[in-house]
């Protein structure tokens, strides 16, 4: 039956010659999944690519024309 703890997995075993009980105690070793990461970030920034290269939409386009443009302050000599 495993057993785990954090870091270390143990089980005990019967050895199949001898018929004697043992104890199997390993460590585990956590690896990161750069490849996931970067593959899921990737997609986003490819979204986000698309987004901004998509025409507007008629709608934002129509509030955009009816806005009027920025005035800028006039300097005081």
């Not at 703890?5 to 019967?14: E, G, L």
Request: glycine share 4%.
């Amino acid at each position: 039956v495993p057993t785990s703890s954090s870091d270390i997995d143990f089980y005990i075993d019967v050895d199949a010659a001898s018929g004697r009980e043992m104890v199997i105690v390993s460590d585990t070793v956590h690896t990161k999944q750069h490849a996931d990461y970067l593959a899921r970030h990737i997609v986003k920034l490819e979204g986000i690519i698309r987004d901004l290269e998509a025409p507007a939409a008629p709608a934002a386009a129509a509030v955009a024309g009816a806005l009027p443009a920025p005035s800028r302050p006039q300097a005081a000599y």
